[in-house]
């Protein structure tokens, strides 16, 4: 099976990878509101406009003028390998792992997030690494009294499997 692979984004401004069994899959799964962004969950995602896959087994052949080859600020260096798709697959796996072993050493304070992270940020708790549910406006108050928050993507915290 050939996997199609698009560029995708969301209006937060985060730029991820969207593998699908074919071109139309993107379509139905973002009318059906199946994507989201890994970063920060959002459900607002567009496409980027993607290079078609390009021959350049050319640029391997020493025929080629150096000249040419240099004319573009973005050059493939001749010989260069892409990573292999395996590679690709347990990078971005030892990626995950690490970043769901940051997450589950902090304390889920659950939908208290708020005011325990405003109740850290005045200086009434000790401050500690903490994660729990919290609205768009709740986060976005928090952001304007100086207190950062970030989304983690669901798939990030194994708190949900149990």
């Known amino acids: 099976m050939s996997l199609k ?3 995708l984004y969301c209006d937060q401004g985060h730029v991820f990878e969207g593998w699908f069994g074919a071109a139309n899959n993107y379509e139905t799964q973002q009318e ?8 920060c969950a959002s459900r607002v995602i567009g496409k980027k406009l993607s290079a078609p896959r390009l021959n350049v087994s050319h640029l391997r052949n020493p025929s080629v003028e150096p000249a040419a080859q ?6 493939v260096a001749p010989g260069a390998a892409m990573p292999a798709p395996a590679s690709v697959e347990k990078l971005q796996a030892a990626v995950y792992r ?6 589950s050493k902090t ?3 659950g939908p208290q997030f708020s005011q325990v992270a405003r109740s850290m940020h005045e200086g009434d708790t000790p401050a500690r ?3 729990g549910t919290a609205t768009e406006d709740e986060r976005q108050e928090l952001v304007e009294e100086g207190i950062a928050v970030m989304p ?3 798939f990030l915290d194994d708190d949900r499997l149990q």
């Open 32 to 39: 059906q509101g199946l994507i989201s962004c890994p970063v």
């Open 129 to 131: 690494p903490i994660r």
């Open 5 to 7: 692979v698009f560029d």
């Open 107 to 109: 304390e889920n304070v």
């Open 70 to 75: 240099a004319s573009s600020q973005n050059a």
């Open 152 to 154: 983690i993507p669901d």
């Open 98 to 103: 690490h970043m769901r072993e940051l997450v």
